[in-house]
Protein backbone atom coordinates (compact mmCIF):
# COMPACT_ATOMS: atom_id res chain seq x y z
CA UNK A 1 0.00 0.00 0.00
CA UNK A 2 1.40 2.92 -1.47
CA UNK A 3 -0.32 5.87 -0.39
CA UNK A 4 -0.32 9.98 -0.70
CA UNK A 5 -2.75 12.48 1.51
CA UNK A 6 -2.89 15.35 -0.25
CA UNK A 7 -4.44 18.85 1.21
CA UNK A 8 -3.64 21.95 2.72
CA UNK A 9 -1.99 22.88 5.91
CA UNK A 10 -4.85 21.69 8.60
CA UNK A 11 -6.72 19.14 6.28
CA UNK A 12 -6.24 16.48 8.69
CA UNK A 13 -3.59 14.47 7.05
CA UNK A 14 -1.60 13.85 9.94
CA UNK A 15 -4.95 12.78 12.22
CA UNK A 16 -5.52 10.35 9.00
CA UNK A 17 -2.36 9.40 8.15
CA UNK A 18 -1.97 8.08 12.13
CA UNK A 19 -5.33 5.83 12.25
CA UNK A 20 -3.77 4.88 8.55
CA UNK A 21 -0.61 3.59 10.28
CA UNK A 22 -2.98 1.64 13.05
CA UNK A 23 -5.07 0.00 10.84
CA UNK A 24 -3.01 -1.09 8.17
CA UNK A 25 0.62 -1.24 10.04
CA UNK A 26 2.03 0.55 7.05
CA UNK A 27 4.24 3.87 8.64
CA UNK A 28 3.41 7.37 7.99
CA UNK A 29 6.28 9.44 6.47
CA UNK A 30 5.54 12.93 7.22
CA UNK A 31 8.31 15.19 6.24
CA UNK A 32 6.86 18.28 8.56
CA UNK A 33 7.87 15.47 11.49
CA UNK A 34 11.42 14.61 9.82
CA UNK A 35 12.41 18.45 9.56
CA UNK A 36 10.46 19.09 13.16
CA UNK A 37 12.89 16.40 14.17
CA UNK A 38 16.13 18.26 12.53
CA UNK A 39 15.30 21.75 13.64
CA UNK A 40 15.16 19.95 17.58
CA UNK A 41 19.21 18.15 16.73
CA UNK A 42 20.09 21.86 16.27
CA UNK A 43 21.74 20.34 12.85
CA UNK A 44 22.75 22.44 9.81
CA UNK A 45 19.71 21.31 8.17
CA UNK A 46 17.92 21.97 11.20
CA UNK A 47 18.62 25.25 11.19
CA UNK A 48 17.90 25.58 7.72
CA UNK A 49 14.68 24.03 8.33
CA UNK A 50 14.22 26.29 11.52
CA UNK A 51 14.31 29.69 9.10
CA UNK A 52 11.89 28.03 6.09
CA UNK A 53 8.98 26.87 8.13
CA UNK A 54 8.83 29.77 10.63
CA UNK A 55 8.44 31.92 7.38
CA UNK A 56 5.70 29.36 5.59
CA UNK A 57 7.87 28.79 2.88
CA UNK A 58 8.82 25.30 1.42
CA UNK A 59 12.09 23.56 1.71
CA UNK A 60 14.48 22.72 -1.49
CA UNK A 61 13.57 20.03 -3.39
CA UNK A 62 16.26 17.99 -3.24
CA UNK A 63 16.70 17.95 0.14
CA UNK A 64 13.31 16.39 0.42
CA UNK A 65 13.39 13.90 -2.53
CA UNK A 66 16.77 12.76 -0.69
CA UNK A 67 14.86 12.56 2.92
CA UNK A 68 12.53 10.69 0.76
CA UNK A 69 14.03 8.28 -0.65
CA UNK A 70 16.52 7.21 2.62
CA UNK A 71 13.51 6.88 4.31
CA UNK A 72 11.24 4.50 1.72
CA UNK A 73 13.84 2.14 2.02
CA UNK A 74 14.23 1.04 5.66
CA UNK A 75 12.61 -2.81 6.27
CA UNK A 76 9.35 -0.86 8.18
CA UNK A 77 8.83 0.32 4.34
CA UNK A 78 8.56 -3.38 2.74
CA UNK A 79 4.72 -3.16 2.54
CA UNK A 80 4.17 0.41 1.74
CA UNK A 81 3.77 3.74 3.30
CA UNK A 82 1.57 6.69 3.76
CA UNK A 83 3.26 9.90 2.35
CA UNK A 84 2.23 13.09 4.20
CA UNK A 85 3.55 16.51 3.59
CA UNK A 86 5.79 14.72 0.37
CA UNK A 87 5.62 15.32 -2.57
CA UNK A 88 4.45 19.64 -2.28
CA UNK A 89 6.09 20.67 -5.99
CA UNK A 90 5.61 19.19 -9.02
CA UNK A 91 9.21 18.64 -9.55
CA UNK A 92 8.88 16.35 -6.07
CA UNK A 93 5.92 14.18 -7.77
CA UNK A 94 8.05 13.50 -10.64
CA UNK A 95 11.54 12.77 -8.47
CA UNK A 96 8.94 10.35 -6.57
CA UNK A 97 7.28 8.80 -9.23
CA UNK A 98 11.17 7.97 -10.98
CA UNK A 99 12.40 6.64 -7.51
CA UNK A 100 9.78 4.35 -7.05
CA UNK A 101 9.98 2.71 -10.90
CA UNK A 102 13.56 2.19 -9.47
CA UNK A 103 12.56 1.02 -6.62
CA UNK A 104 10.16 -1.76 -8.79
CA UNK A 105 7.29 -0.21 -7.32
CA UNK A 106 4.74 2.56 -7.63
CA UNK A 107 1.54 4.50 -6.06
CA UNK A 108 -1.39 2.64 -5.73
CA UNK A 109 -3.60 5.88 -4.99
CA UNK A 110 -3.58 9.71 -3.77
CA UNK A 111 -6.29 11.00 -1.37
CA UNK A 112 -7.30 14.34 -1.54
CA UNK A 113 -8.60 15.99 1.67
CA UNK A 114 -10.85 18.42 -0.15
CA UNK A 115 -11.79 21.55 2.85
CA UNK A 116 -12.86 25.10 2.81
CA UNK A 117 -9.87 26.90 3.47
CA UNK A 118 -11.70 29.41 6.03
CA UNK A 119 -11.95 26.45 8.16
CA UNK A 120 -8.05 25.50 7.96
CA UNK A 121 -7.40 28.78 9.73
CA UNK A 122 -9.64 27.51 13.02
CA UNK A 123 -7.97 24.10 12.74
CA UNK A 124 -4.44 25.36 12.64
CA UNK A 125 -4.57 27.64 15.40
CA UNK A 126 -6.46 25.24 17.67
CA UNK A 127 -4.04 21.91 17.14
CA UNK A 128 -1.94 20.55 19.56
CA UNK A 129 -0.16 17.21 19.87
CA UNK A 130 1.09 14.81 22.59
CA UNK A 131 5.01 15.85 23.57
CA UNK A 132 5.35 12.08 24.54
CA UNK A 133 3.72 10.02 21.58
CA UNK A 134 2.30 12.71 19.17
CA UNK A 135 -1.22 12.07 19.04
CA UNK A 136 -2.30 15.15 17.49
CA UNK A 137 -5.81 16.81 19.19
CA UNK A 138 -7.69 20.39 18.97
CA UNK A 139 -9.16 22.99 21.14
CA UNK A 140 -12.78 22.50 19.80
CA UNK A 141 -12.83 19.88 17.38
CA UNK A 142 -10.78 17.13 19.48
CA UNK A 143 -9.91 16.96 23.10
CA UNK A 144 -8.45 13.85 25.08
CA UNK A 145 -11.28 11.84 26.78
CA UNK A 146 -9.85 12.58 30.47
CA UNK A 147 -8.61 16.50 29.87
CA UNK A 148 -5.13 17.46 30.05
CA UNK A 149 -4.56 12.93 29.52
CA UNK A 150 -3.70 11.90 26.26
CA UNK A 151 -5.95 9.23 25.08
CA UNK A 152 -3.17 6.90 23.53
CA UNK A 153 -0.27 6.89 26.19
CA UNK A 154 -1.72 8.99 28.80
CA UNK A 155 1.02 11.69 29.05
CA UNK A 156 0.30 15.10 30.51
CA UNK A 157 2.06 17.51 28.34
CA UNK A 158 1.36 18.74 25.32
CA UNK A 159 2.78 21.39 22.98
CA UNK A 160 1.75 23.39 20.02
CA UNK A 161 3.98 24.13 16.58
CA UNK A 162 5.84 27.41 16.39
CA UNK A 163 4.10 27.90 12.63
CA UNK A 164 0.75 27.48 13.88
CA UNK A 165 -0.12 30.64 14.03
CA UNK A 166 -2.59 32.87 12.11
CA UNK A 167 0.02 35.02 9.77
CA UNK A 168 1.92 31.77 9.07
CA UNK A 169 -0.65 30.10 8.06
CA UNK A 170 -1.14 32.61 5.41
CA UNK A 171 1.86 31.81 3.78
CA UNK A 172 1.34 27.83 4.20
CA UNK A 173 -1.61 28.12 2.75
CA UNK A 174 -0.24 30.47 -0.55
CA UNK A 175 2.34 28.29 -0.75
CA UNK A 176 -0.06 25.36 -1.36
CA UNK A 177 -1.91 27.03 -3.47
CA UNK A 178 0.60 27.84 -5.88
CA UNK A 179 3.33 25.03 -5.35
CA UNK A 180 1.57 21.95 -4.51
CA UNK A 181 -2.42 22.28 -5.87
CA UNK A 182 -0.60 22.43 -9.54
CA UNK A 183 0.39 18.45 -8.57
CA UNK A 184 -3.32 17.41 -8.40
CA UNK A 185 -4.20 17.51 -12.34
CA UNK A 186 -0.18 15.40 -12.48
CA UNK A 187 -2.24 12.36 -10.29
CA UNK A 188 -5.74 13.13 -12.17
CA UNK A 189 -3.85 12.20 -15.29
CA UNK A 190 -2.11 9.09 -14.23
CA UNK A 191 -5.89 8.06 -12.75
CA UNK A 192 -4.76 7.70 -9.20
CA UNK A 193 -6.49 10.60 -7.67
CA UNK A 194 -9.24 10.55 -5.34
CA UNK A 195 -11.03 12.95 -3.58
CA UNK A 196 -12.81 12.49 0.32
CA UNK A 197 -14.46 15.11 2.21
CA UNK A 198 -12.37 16.71 4.63
CA UNK A 199 -14.87 18.95 6.26
CA UNK A 200 -16.79 15.89 7.48
CA UNK A 201 -16.05 14.62 10.98
CA UNK A 202 -13.03 13.09 11.45
CA UNK A 203 -14.33 9.12 11.57
CA UNK A 204 -16.47 9.98 8.18
CA UNK A 205 -13.04 11.09 6.53
CA UNK A 206 -11.23 7.98 7.71
CA UNK A 207 -14.47 5.81 6.62
CA UNK A 208 -14.27 7.68 3.50
CA UNK A 209 -10.60 6.71 3.13
CA UNK A 210 -10.88 3.18 3.76
CA UNK A 211 -13.31 2.94 1.34
CA UNK A 212 -10.75 4.36 -1.57
CA UNK A 213 -8.64 2.43 -0.62
CA UNK A 214 -10.52 -0.85 -1.08
CA UNK A 215 -11.61 0.89 -4.46
CA UNK A 216 -8.27 1.46 -5.70
CA UNK A 217 -7.32 -2.23 -4.54
CA UNK A 218 -4.27 -0.06 -2.13
CA UNK A 219 -5.05 -3.01 0.11
CA UNK A 220 -4.30 -6.02 -1.99
CA UNK A 221 -0.87 -7.69 -1.31
CA UNK A 222 -1.49 -8.26 2.39
CA UNK A 223 -1.01 -4.11 3.68
P1 LIG B 1 -2.52 18.35 8.55
O1 LIG B 1 -1.61 17.20 8.91
O2 LIG B 1 -3.18 18.16 7.21
O3 LIG B 1 -1.84 19.68 8.65
P2 LIG B 1 -3.90 17.69 11.07
O4 LIG B 1 -4.22 16.25 10.89
O5 LIG B 1 -2.77 18.03 11.96
O6 LIG B 1 -3.70 18.38 9.60
O7 LIG B 1 -5.23 18.46 11.54
C1 LIG B 1 -5.23 19.84 11.89
C2 LIG B 1 -6.06 20.07 13.15
O8 LIG B 1 -7.45 19.85 12.85
C3 LIG B 1 -5.72 19.12 14.31
O9 LIG B 1 -5.84 19.84 15.52
C4 LIG B 1 -6.77 18.01 14.20
O10 LIG B 1 -7.09 17.47 15.50
C5 LIG B 1 -7.98 18.76 13.62
N1 LIG B 1 -8.74 17.94 12.66
C6 LIG B 1 -8.28 17.01 11.79
N2 LIG B 1 -9.27 16.47 11.03
C7 LIG B 1 -10.41 17.11 11.43
C8 LIG B 1 -11.80 17.00 11.04
N3 LIG B 1 -12.19 16.15 10.06
N4 LIG B 1 -12.68 17.81 11.66
C9 LIG B 1 -12.28 18.69 12.63
N5 LIG B 1 -11.00 18.82 13.06
C10 LIG B 1 -10.07 18.04 12.47
P1 LIG C 1 1.06 20.78 7.64
O1 LIG C 1 0.78 19.52 8.42
O2 LIG C 1 0.55 21.99 8.34
O3 LIG C 1 0.65 20.66 6.21
P2 LIG C 1 3.85 19.95 7.62
O4 LIG C 1 4.11 19.49 9.01
O5 LIG C 1 3.60 18.92 6.59
O6 LIG C 1 2.65 21.01 7.65
O7 LIG C 1 5.06 20.86 7.12
C1 LIG C 1 5.53 21.95 7.90
C2 LIG C 1 6.53 22.75 7.09
O8 LIG C 1 7.66 21.92 6.73
C3 LIG C 1 6.03 23.29 5.75
O9 LIG C 1 5.36 24.53 5.90
C4 LIG C 1 7.34 23.43 4.95
O10 LIG C 1 8.05 24.59 5.36
C5 LIG C 1 8.14 22.23 5.42
N1 LIG C 1 7.93 21.03 4.56
C6 LIG C 1 7.34 19.85 4.93
N2 LIG C 1 7.33 18.98 3.91
C7 LIG C 1 7.91 19.59 2.86
C8 LIG C 1 8.19 19.23 1.50
N3 LIG C 1 7.83 18.01 1.01
N4 LIG C 1 8.79 20.14 0.69
C9 LIG C 1 9.16 21.35 1.15
N5 LIG C 1 8.93 21.77 2.40
C10 LIG C 1 8.32 20.91 3.27
ZN1 LIG D 1 0.41 10.64 23.97
Not at 46 to 55: H, I, L, P
Not at 103 to 112: Q, S
Not at 140 to 149: L, R
Not at 218 to 223: F, N, P, T, Y
Given at each position: MNIILLGPPGAGKGT????LEQTYGVPQLATGDMLRAAVKSGSEL??????????GELMPDDLMV??????????????????DGFPRT?????ALDSMLT????????????KVDEEALVRRITGRYSCAKCGAGYHD??????????CDACGGTEFRRRDDDNEAT????????REQTAPILPYYETAGILWRVDGMADIDEVTRQIDDVLRRAG??????
Open positions: QAKRGQQAKRVMDAQMIEERIQQPDCAKGFILTAQAERHGTKLDAVIELEFHNPQTPGVVRSRMEAYALDGGA
